[in-house]
């Protein structure tokens, strides 16, 4: 009988953290994608350094939107916290990547700190539309019943 009830909860941790390398692939496939569009236009443009700045926090806030909501739509309950752990996980692999490619954390500590603020806020700003849109959609179905 205690198998039955172990099964269920590692079922439920690998449903659950299966959404979230989901979500996480919908981020990076974004950033990607916006990344490589602002190389373009540096590219053909001669972008200055502040507006390539100002286009890589587009790309964090963006990708940040984009998996939240991902999440949001996939979160049966806690939408706002899985934006915020989605947005956490999409900082960490950011600053691996960063740390360990060699080009250490350039903006320093507070630099680091705010993008982990503006990572974590922009997933959790795309869960909370996400969730509006849902229960909008609940109301919705509700009056048609």
């Known amino acids: 009988m205690g198998g039955i009830f172990l ?7 690998i449903q659950k953290s299966s959404r979230v390398v989901k ?4 981020s990076y496939l ?3 994608t916006g990344l490589l569009l602002l190389a373009l236009l540096l590219l053909k443009c001669q972008l200055d350094e502040g507006k390539v700045s100002a286009g890589i ?3 964090y806030v963006l990708s940040g939107l984009c998996g939240g909501i991902y999440m949001g739509k996939t979160a049966e309950r806690k939408r706002y916290l899985w934006g915020m752990v ?3 996980m999409y900082w960490i692999i950011l600053m691996s990547i960063t740390v360990f490619s060699g080009a250490g954390i350039g903006t320093g500590v507070k630099g680091a700190f705010l993008t982990l603020l503006i990572c974590a806020g922009s997933s959790t700003l795309g869960a909370m539309v996400a969730a509006r849109e849902n229960s909008v959609n609940r109301k919705k179905l509700r ?3």
């Open 57 to 59: 926090l587009a790309v």
């Open 30 to 32: 974004v950033s990607g």
């Open 86 to 88: 989605l947005g956490g």
């Open 23 to 26: 979500g996480l692939i919908v």
């Open 143 to 145: 009056k048609k019943l």
């Open 7 to 13: 099964d269920t909860g590692k079922s439920i941790w």
